[in-house]
């Protein structure tokens, strides 16, 4: 069965940075396209950040263009999101999430894509 596993979530100061870690079990993370999301209170979970299985196309959301790093490392069965310079609209529950795919590039932002997600870790940006 496959298990998503995030960590590293935490509070963080506005303009802080931290670094979320998602670890897959069950398969190999190379069958997967690996994305982000995150979800606060009463809203929709909302895309984030997407990699292709072999992390050469990566797409994020307007709002963390710029700010936000997913990576991924095959070897180890994990994906990453570095998170700079926070903002306080970044706070969230964020949701590590795998797609299955035959295509080493193809990449979604489409919430219905993704066939594992993670229990979530949350983020509060605050001073």
């Known amino acids: 069965q496959v298990q998503l596993v995030e960590s590293g979530g935490g509070l963080v100061n506005p303009g802080g940075s931290l670094n979320l870690s998602c670890i897959i079990s069950g398969d190999n993370i190379d069958n997967y396209v690996m994305g982000w999301f995150r979800q606060v209170p009463g809203k929709e979970r909302m895309f984030v950040a997407a990699i292709s299985r072999n992390g050469r196309h990566t797409d994020y959301t307007d709002s963390v263009q710029a700010r936000f790093s997913i990576s991924r490392d095959n070897v180890k069965n994990a994906v990453y999101l570095q998170m700079h310079r926070a903002k306080p609209e970044d706070t969230a529950v964020y949701y590590c999430?795998?797609?299955?795919?035959?295509?080493?590039?193809?990449?979604?932002?489409?919430?219905?894509?993704?066939?594992?997600w993670g229990q979530g870790t949350q983020v509060t940006v605050s001073s």
């Open positions: 999430a795998a797609a299955a795919t035959a295509s080493s590039i193809q990449i979604s932002r489409v919430r219905s894509r993704y066939d594992y």
